[in-house]
């Protein structure tokens, strides 16, 4: 199964995968690849790849992206190769992906494998507090840029099976995880009788 984790940025994706693979042990995360810097703290490899422009640029020319975009000016991608090799280990996988990755993967992928959608919503006002405390120096032209976006994923909510505010973490995290136990054993169970 394939958990699909969306919301604006600084709406807690990253934050919330870690708290589900500490406290589900069938779930695991699936890395996107981009070119931006890493920041403080990111291990490349559990969240993302970070790799160059040129060599994503060369990722694209080889088709081995399921999706990619080019998100608040830099480039972010879903490998064909770890989505299979993740979907063939039978775990649960959570994803953290932007609308425009959520809705290209459901195109090419929902026929194929269970996907289950979650948006994360947090208001305007919260999310620039969230993203001037994100880093020491917050950069202005990054935050308007981000805030900008605002209104385009918000009007992509109709994709998602699930849009919940997050403005508690610890009722967000307990609502999810219901929601992949759910998820799952719905899944199961249907599989068997068919």
Known sequence: ?????????????????????????????????????????????QIYNFITTEEFEQKIKENEFYEYSVHHEHYYGTSKKILDEKIKSGKIIVKDIEVNGTENLLRLLRNEINIVTIFLRVPKEELRNRLEHRVEKANLKEIELRLNRFDYEESK???????????????????????????YKLKKGSVGHE
């Open 1 to 45: 199964m394939l958990v699909l984790l969306s919301g604006v940025s600084g709406a807690g994706k990253d934050t919330i995968k870690k708290e589900l693979m500490k406290r589900m042990e069938n779930v695991i995360s699936m890395p996107s690849y981009t070119d931006r810097q890493p920041r403080e703290g990111e291990v490349n490899g």
């Open 157 to 183: 909510i109709g994709l998602y099976d699930y849009v919940l505010k997050n403005d508690d973490l610890e009722k967000t995290v307990q609502i999810i995880m219901t929601i992949i136990e759910n998820e």
